[in-house]
């Protein structure tokens, strides 16, 4: 009798699945990594569904295919106006982890929580701490998706964009620009993977909400990162804003849930 798949040591099956799967990537004929880049990848691949399970996984999925996909909206219009992700829109381990290193704590978190690494007090104001981190692993990808079908749509279809902070008009591609394409773009991104993470029930139907939410709130304060401070710090790179980017979407994920359930009792 072939063993369940619930009883098949997760991480074995993390391993396997990732090495064939990022195997086709690797000579697959349209580079989404480049080599590095599907090193790291593995690696965090194996990480979510040894933590997280196919659950976990589908997410993160949902969203390197999804912003790879929107990366390559209007690719050779973006290249000729000098706009466009470097090395054709192909993630590097820099790219990996700007996008996904809160979501990656969070799924560590969860993780050494039912293991019994980490044991909760029983005193703790937060009754459920799993329930509060997959929220910020779902609210992370939903911020960085809409951050990035955001900035592509509004990169490629952008009528009129403007900067944040002033509003004045300011050529597409500028840091801290933004647009009705882009913005309307960003939030269908959002809601999509939330309602994917709903669909496979790693968040309820108010999660989706809280991550739309937070997700909003991020992103455009990203923008505004980008349009005062990215110019003067040499360190603040697109990758690390990222990874500030996607820290506040689940951080404001998380404690709005917090406070919604302070405020009705849970």
Not at 129 to 151: I, R
Not at 207 to 218: N, S
């Amino acid at each position: 009798m072939l063993p369940s798949i619930n009883s098949v040591n997760p991480w074995l099956v993390g391993v396997g699945l990732n090495t064939i799967l990022l195997g086709l990537a690797a000579i697959a004929p349209k580079k989404l990594l480049t080599p590095a880049g599907l090193f790291h990848a593995w690696l965090l691949a194996i990480l979510i569904w040894g933590t997280l399970g196919w659950q976990g996984y589908a997410v993160v999925m949902f969203y390197f295919l999804v912003g790879s996909g929107v990366t390559r909206i209007g690719m050779a219009q973006k290249e000729a106006e000098g706009i466009a992700e470097k090395r054709s829109g192909a993630r590097g381990p820099e790219n990996v982890w700007g996008s996904a290193l809160t979501g990656a704590l969070c799924a560590l978190g969860v993780g050494l929580l039912n293991s019994g690494v980490l044991v909760p007090n029983p005193q703790s104001p937060i009754p459920n701490p799993q329930s509060l981190l997959l929220l910020g692993y779902v609210a992370s990808f939903s911020t960085k998706l809409a951050d990035t079908t955001a900035s592509e749509v509004g990169k490629a279809y952008g009528k009129s964009t403007f900067l944040i902070t002033t509003l004045q008009p300011v050529p597409r591609g500028t840091e801290g620009a933004v647009s009705l394409e882009g913005t309307l773009a960003g939030i269908v991104g959002s809601v999509a993977i939330a309602l994917v993470a709903w669909g496979v029930g790693l968040i309820d139907i108010l999660g989706v909400a809280w991550c739309v939410l937070a997700a909003f709130i991020a992103t455009n304060l990203e923008s505004v990162i980008g349009a005062t401070l990215q110019s003067k710090y040499t360190w603040l790179t697109n990758e690390v804003v990222n990874i500030f980017n996607t820290l506040i979407g689940a951080i404001a994920a998380v404690i709005f849930a917090w406070m919604w359930g302070i405020g009705h009792g849970a």
